[in-house]
């Protein structure tokens, strides 16, 4: 098993929606870095348009990258990728956040295409891993990456329903991926095959990582449930678990969701965050610097344990050629 982390490298606090589009957060990502240096982990930063725009952005990720220190992927937000139309949802810096498979196929092709020639043109490298902003993903926009010779995307979220989440205006809302699996799975399109590395997002409590089937079914049906409200509120609160840094996760449940993923020979542990995180106000998350301050215990402790197991660290892309041999 190999540990992946992922960090979607975007804007300042990005859940406020049609906020002026500031990006100080990368400013602090060297932090970052140098932390996981220090325990021989290489990071995927999944840049936004508004990413590849920024000054120390281009000089610090163009340095790792040619260093072979961290991978520069892609990350689409259609709201700030062009070409934009004067529409409700389709302009720059909309107030709607587009989920891009809402996105007519010609315009999404367009909004990978760009992307993809801003990354390569800012730090270097034409980029080789992708995750769709908001997790909005299917089989549209895995086509869309194929043709633009991506060879891995980490956008599906197991367990978890985003249809209610609004994109476009009377859109369809964002990605249902409750059924979907955490293991890695093969998008086979004509003659270029892509590679879905999910999130890690696991069932680790009993009964329900007994029998995703189970688990399936309290994360369809707990909102509408007295009896699994209650069972959440003692048992199951945070199921299924996410691997990443969140205001509550601490080493225990970081060993439950490693165990977990040993228990079922996972191939990847794939962890995600967001680069506005490491910036003290710059997300909902993490609001001040004492707050950050845990952020980076809960990681030092996470690499700890993971050196202690001898799980080493790989980047989005190099799992991608690894498993495909």
Excluded at 16 to 26: P, W
Excluded at 144 to 155: K, R, T
């Amino acid at each position: 098993m190999e540990f992946l982390i992922t960090i979607d490298t975007e804007g300042d606090n990005q859940w406020d929606h049609g906020r002026e589009l500031t990006t100080e957060n990368i400013r602090f990502v060297p932090r970052f870095q140098a932390l996981c240096e220090k325990y021989s982990i290489k990071p995927t930063y999944l840049v936004t348009s508004e990413i590849c725009e920024n000054p120390f952005a281009k000089e610090i990720f163009s340095e790792y990258l040619l260093t072979g220190r961290a991978e520069i992927g892609a990350h689409l937000h259609s709201w700030t990728t062009p070409p934009f139309n004067d529409l409700d949802g389709y302009r720059n810096n909309d107030n709607s956040h587009a989920f891009a498979h809402e996105l007519p196929e010609e315009l999404l092709n367009e909004k990978v295409k760009i992307l993809t020639d801003q990354i390569e043109t800012s730090f270097g490298r034409r980029p080789q891993s992708f995750r769709s902003g908001r997790y909005g993903f299917n089989k549209n926009v895995a086509k869309a990456l194929a043709e633009n010779l991506y060879l891995v995307d980490s956008s599906v979220t197991p367990f978890v329903d985003w249809s209610e989440y609004q994109g476009l205006p009377g859109g369809s809302g964002g990605p249902d991926f409750v059924e979907y699996s955490p293991s890695p799975y093969w998008y086979n399109i004509g003659n270029k095959p892509l590679l879905e590395l999910p999130v890690t997002i696991l069932p680790t409590k009993f009964p329900l990582n007994t029998n995703w089937e189970l688990a399936r079914y309290y994360v369809r049906n707990v909102n509408n449930s007295y009896f699994l409200k209650a069972l959440r509120k003692l048992f199951f609160n945070h199921q299924p678990l996410w691997l990443r840094p969140n205001l509550w996760m601490n080493a225990e449940l970081f060993n439950d969701i490693i165990r977990e993923s040993e228990k079922i020979k996972l191939p990847y542990l794939v962890m995600m965050f967001h680069s506005s995180e490491l910036m003290p106000g710059g997300s909902i998350y993490w609001k001040d610097n004492e707050a950050v301050e845990k952020l980076y215990a809960l990681l030092e402790g996470l690499f700890i344990a993971l050196a202690d197991r001898k799980i080493h660290s790989a980047t989005l892309t190099e799992a991608a050629k690894s498993y495909r041999q």
